[in-house]
T-cell receptor, first 113, second 109 residues
């Protein structure tokens, strides 16, 4: 029972490089989320999806793009990485928005030099 | 604006009891979550409160007062493995989660 899986777990980028984080869930959840976690701050929502083919902006969407072509996958892209995007990124999913708890992936630690 | 307040850090002794408080001001309320996060790991679900009162689950209990915008997580019979950050999150009127910065709990022998 894999749950929510994120790849890669660690990545170092140079400013201006691009990359994609992949999130996969095997629980058939409709709702998927990308958060970033920085020291001294709560989890901040970057983008989310309420179903296959849908995406929406969260609290801090600038500099990121997402896609949800398949229900089980939610991709987070950085087109031109900046040092301010150095963070730990968590993907999460839940069954429904009313009662469901969030299930988190293990996190992806990204450093932008 | 929306705001969740928790103490930054707390210290307690193994075997003792600790209470972690969370106060919130949000646009609407549709439930409050507590998550545990060990260093370098993902948050894991502990409890969910949507009605006023106390929810007990083993050594952990969570309390909610909607009129006061207040919740606490009570941990009994503390063990070294309880050293972690505890995150409070409120579901607002749009069913989005607003997260506190977390409380780092340090357990001493």
């Amino acid at each position: 029972n894999a749950g929510v899986t994120q790849t890669p777990k660690f990545r170092v980028l140079k400013t201006g490089q691009s990359m994609t984080l992949l999130c996969a869930q095997d629980m058939n959840h409709e709702y998927m989320y990308w958060y970033r976690q920085d020291p001294g701050m709560g989890l901040r929502l970057i983008h989310y999806s309420v179903g296959e083919g849908t995406t929406a902006k969260g609290e801090v969407p600038d500099g990121y793009n997402v896609s949800r072509l398949k229900k089980q996958n939610f991709l987070l892209g950085l087109e031109s990485a900046a040092p301010s995007q150095t963070s730990v990124y968590f993907c999460a999913s839940r069954e429904d928005r009313v009662t469901g708890e969030l299930f988190f992936g293990e996190g992806s630690r990204l450093t932008v030099l | 604006g929306q705001n969740i307040d928790q103490p930054t850090e707390m210290t307690a002794t193994e075997g003792a009891i600790v209470q972690i408080n969370c106060t919130y001001q949000t646009s609407g309320f549709n439930g409050l979550f507590w998550y545990q996060q060990h260093a370098g790991e993902a948050p894991t679900f502990l409890s969910y409160n949507v009605l006023d009162g106390l929810e007990e689950k083993g050594r952990f209990s969570s309390f909610l007062s909607r009129s006061k915008g207040y919740s606490y997580l009570l941990l009994k019979e503390l063990q070294m493995k309880d050293s972690a950050s505890y995150l409070c999150a409120v579901k607002d009127s749009n069913y989005q989660l607003i997260w506190g910065a977390g409380t780092k709990l340090i357990i001493k022998p």
